[in-house]
């Protein structure tokens, strides 16, 4: 998808709006559809509940970015509503929880903070559902706020589900496997703006981080590409999100990249350790660029768990489950589902 069709969405917004409203609407009589703010580690935070029979399992979302909010894809996992009721929370310092909030009340944003701010989050949906335990997904920078509370909350969780997995760099492959993706997409400036960045990560700016990324995204190649075909089209035509949401939105992203910069580039996996005490997924796209395949399918062998699995996701990149939500569903389903004890 190219500008001229993301221009396409801003004239045709209010249309559009309407149709996925219409999308969205739950007509069970079992549904539980809610959106409030809930009182979480001091502030005031967004979450939104959503699914056809509040019998269903939990599913709560560790949302990517940092600050990237997933709510916007809720037109895109209606069809997991049949089976869960899904759950989005906009965290501290991101989309409508940043809104209400602002930068000073927000506080100091660090994994630490986030992940209790998680559990804190997992345990407000048990009690309110009647509920012992949720399936936690998490996606992208929410992949790592994810494991933290997989380990220290294995108790809260029937089991984790990591997509878009940020991994170690075990093998030394980040740098050569960033150029090959680079020069795969034909994006020469990228290629030549990687190597001046070089290997060591220690060495990058936060603006080379950013530019590296965007070289990425336009180095995306077959597969639905993040920004242009998911992320944009989803934010502009959210019913959800109202034109100041959409600016609080990509405020919010660089808030928070702000704060959690220095600990994201280097994040300390040995600080976590590899062993889990629950069930462990990685369901990962199969041409991922950004958090590269290769690199999470080394970390997922490298993991310790009473039952593990890595599910490619087909034809698909970054944010494999809203590029490819009917497989990823159906991966849930036939992996997952089963593990909920009733």
């Known amino acids: 998808m190219g500008s001229h069709n993301l221009l396409k969405d801003l004239v045709m917004r209010g249309q559009t709006r309407k149709k996925k409203a219409n999308i969205i609407q739950i007509e069970n009589p079992n549904k539980i559809v809610e959106s409030c703010f809930e009182e979480i580690g001091g502030i005031e935070q967004w979450i939104t509940i959503r699914g056809e029979d509040y019998n269903n399992p939990i599913l709560l979302f560790i949302h990517g970015g940092p600050g990237s909010t997933y709510s916007i894809f809720t037109p895109l996992l209606r069809s997991w509503e049949k089976f869960f009721t899904v759950v989005q929370w906009d965290q501290r310092g991101a989309g409508k929880t940043f809104r209400k909030n602002g930068k000073e009340a927000c506080g100091a944003i660090t994994f630490e903070r986030l992940t209790q701010d998680g559990i804190e989050v997992a345990e407000y949906l048990c009690k309110i559902i009647g509920q012992p335990k949720v399936i936690l997904i998490g996606s992208s920078v929410g992949s790592l706020i994810g494991l933290m509370m997989a380990k220290q909350r294995p108790d809260l969780f029937w089991a984790y589900v990591s997509t878009d997995q940020n991994a170690p760099d075990l093998k030394g492959r980040l740098y050569t496997l960033t150029l090959d993706a680079l ?19 220690s060495d990058w700016t936060r603006k080379d981080y950013e530019k590296k990324n965007r070289f990425l995204v336009k180095a995306i190649r077959g597969v639905p590409n993040m920004v242009t075909d998911l992320i944009l089209p989803s934010l502009v035509s959210s019913p959800d999100h109202t034109v100041n949401d959409i600016v609080d939105y990509l405020k919010g992203m660089s808030f928070s990249l702000d704060h959690l910069y220095k600990e994201l580039v280097p994040f300390d996996f040995n600080k976590i350790g590899r062993s889990f005490e629950l069930p462990f997924f990685i369901f990962q796209g199969d041409s991922d660029i950004i958090t590269p395949t290769e690199l999470a399918k080394d970390y997922f062998d490298d993991i310790l768990a009473p039952y593990k699995e890595f599910v490619s996701i087909k034809n698909a990149g970054h944010l494999a489950c809203f590029a490819q939500p009917n497989q990823f569903l159906g991966e849930l389903t036939e992996r997952v589902l089963p593990l909920i004890i009733t």
Not at 183 to 201: A, D, T, W
């Open 183 to 201: 020069k795969k997409g034909g994006v020469s400036k990228g290629v030549k703006f990687v190597e001046r960045m070089g290997p060591n990560p």
